[in-house]
């Protein structure tokens, strides 16, 4: 979503608040995240629907959304009209979606100034309920701001940028010839893959977390049947690749207990194996156009990761906390003395050490508070994506192997 809407919007929604309440925004921070739950519990909702298609909320304490409701109703006593606490808060949320009126009214003009196509109008007000606004699957951007009344926060979904769920594989027994080009093509595309030739650590990966698929190499097992059995019979409904000679699969008279997909000949040359698991996945439904979330793993104090690049001719550096395909968060180092840096600045060189890795990547600044920067990766080479590829699945797969 373009910078310049998401700054007009802010200055827009600080003069209704000093033109309604008198009140002034301070602090104001912009982040993005996936999804997106109430922190103050009381707001007003904006329905969007066009070139954005979603919602504009306003999650606000239950100070300020008083003073606004009191503003908005002027010399009127909402408790005279009232019965009950109950109706009393109706009236108070009936009050607050005409304040949802005016400040749409300046969302409009924002949108069509910067070539948006949209209609909005308010669709709701929320008082004391601290509700899910936006599931995981959909990009969220959130501005927060304080005031003397409180703080209130403002999160724009768009159900254009929605994202599907992870797809998650367990690779059982798969020699890297196999597993590395697999791991390097699907990860970058939101699939997260456990590596095991350990029995016993696949099923409690399946009794614990939602796995889609197993790819499994028939050919190095003793009872390969049996194997497959054991595991899949905590989690039936997963659905079995395998991986084998010819020869091997077929004396392999299939398995009833096992919802086996495919089978892929584990000869092939690298780029016939991405493209047979790609036919096996589409028959299943799974499309490789199809944007999913991108998984972010918590770097281990043991891969001494950091993070460094120039900004603004200042060398920045700091401890690598998580990352993805999709984006990083680090901590500054303590000596470092920086003020803010700006939602929405593209920086360029990104150097990442993890480990003996080397991986240099492009990306975005999404939210600063302090400390910890999140950056967006926006664009890396196919040797750099590879290597993260490769960290993403290593790391996943020690995390787990204490599940």
Not at 275 to 289: A, T, W, Y
């Amino acid at each position: 979503m373009d910078v310049n809407f998401i700054n007009s919007l802010i200055l827009c929604t600080k003069a209704i608040l000093e033109e309604v309440v008198r009140v002034e925004s301070e602090d104001i921070q912009v982040s993005i995240q996936q999804g997106a739950n109430s922190f103050e519990g009381n707001g007003v909702v904006l329905k969007v629907e066009g070139d954005i298609e979603g919602n504009i909320i306003f999650d606000l304490s239950k100070q300020l959304f008083s003073q606004i409701a009191l503003a908005v109703a002027g010399e009127t006593d909402l408790w005279s009209l009232a019965e009950s606490r109950e109706e009393y808060n109706e009236l108070l949320k009936s009050v607050v979606l005409e304040f949802g009126n005016l400040i749409n009214g300046r969302i409009i003009s924002t949108m069509h100034m910067h070539n948006y196509k949209c209609k909005s109008y308010p669709e709701k007000a929320f008082y004391e309920n601290l509700e899910v606004l936006a599931p995981r699957t959909v990009t969220t951007i959130i501005i927060e701001a304080k005031t003397k009344y409180g703080n209130y926060n403002i999160y724009i979904t768009n159900k254009n940028e929605r994202f599907r769920e992870n797809i998650s594989i367990i690779l059982y027994d798969i020699i890297p010839y196999i597993s590395m080009p697999i791991v390097n093509y699907y990860t970058p595309k939101g699939f997260f893959f456990v590596k095991t030739d350990d029995p016993e650590h696949a099923v409690r990966v399946l009794q614990n977390k939602n796995i889609d698929f197993m790819l499994i190499n028939i050919d190095s097992l003793k009872n390969p049947v049996q194997t497959i059995i054991e595991i899949v019979k905590y989690r039936p409904e997963i659905k079995v690749i395998v991986f084998s000679t010819e020869e091997m699969f077929a004396s392999f008279h299939g398995i009833k207990d096992a919802n086996i997909v495919g089978y892929i000949s584990n000869i092939l040359p690298q780029d016939a194996i991405t493209r047979n698991l790609e036919h096996f996945f589409e028959l299943q439904g799974i499309r490789k156009s199809e944007r999913r979330q991108h998984v972010r793993v918590k770097v281990s104090l043991m891969d001494n990761a950091r993070v460094s690049f120039v900004y603004h001719n200042k060398t920045i550096s700091g401890d690598l906390l998580d990352v993805g395909i999709g984006g990083l968060m680090f901590a500054l180092d303590n000596n470092l003395a920086v003020d803010k840096f700006e939602y929405g600045e593209n920086i360029q060189n990104i150097k990442m050490v993890i480990g003996k890795r080397k991986i240099a990547v492009n990306g975005t600044v999404r939210s600063f508070n302090g400390k910890n920067v999140n950056i967006e990766i926006t664009s890396l080479d196919d040797i750099n994506r590879d290597l993260l590829s490769q960290y993403l699945s290593e790391s996943l797969s020690t995390q787990m192997s204490d599940v």
